[in-house]
Nanobody, 126 residues
Framework: QVQLVESGGGLVQAGGSLRLSCAASGRAFSSYAMGWFRQAPGKEREFVAAISRSASMTYYADSVKGRFTISRDNAKNTGYLQMNSLKPEDTAVYYC???????????????????WGQGTQVTVSS
């Protein structure tokens, strides 16, 4: 089992940047693929980005491709989401999640993840 805690959210102007962190505790973080999702008010939770256990594979939603970068540091048991060129439509609660998968696999649907953090609010003003 693994526990996840997100941090780094906040209020930023359009065009700005934020870096979200996801600190993991419990079972070895390297045992899990990781993903980031977001949920805006009145909308369903949507996929943002995913990374495999060894960081050999990454995948992004079209809406963030070229602006966001997912990464991880297994030695620090931490995952990251670097968000650049932020837009008002990026405003949401951002969640990190962990999935028990084979080494070079990722998953892009919420049902594929076993553990979730509590979320961190990102607000982008226009």
């Amino acid at each position: 089992q693994v526990q996840l805690v997100e941090s780094g959210g906040g209020l930023v102007q359009a065009g700005g940047s934020l870096r979200l962190s996801c600190a993991a505790s419990g079972r070895a973080f390297s045992s899990y693929a990781m993903g980031w999702f977001r949920q805006a008010p009145g909308k369903e939770r949507e996929f943002v980005a995913a990374i495999s256990r060894s960081a050999s594979m990454t995948y992004y939603a079209d809406s963030v491709k070229g602006r966001f970068t997912i990464s991880r540091d297994n030695a620090k048991n931490t995952g990251y989401l670097q968000m650049n060129s932020l837009k008002p439509e990026d405003t949401a609660v951002y969640y990190c999640a962990a999935a028990s998968l084979p080494k070079n696999s990722i998953v892009v649907v919420t049902q594929g993840y076993d553990y979730w953090g509590q979320g961190t609010q990102v607000t982008v003003s226009s």
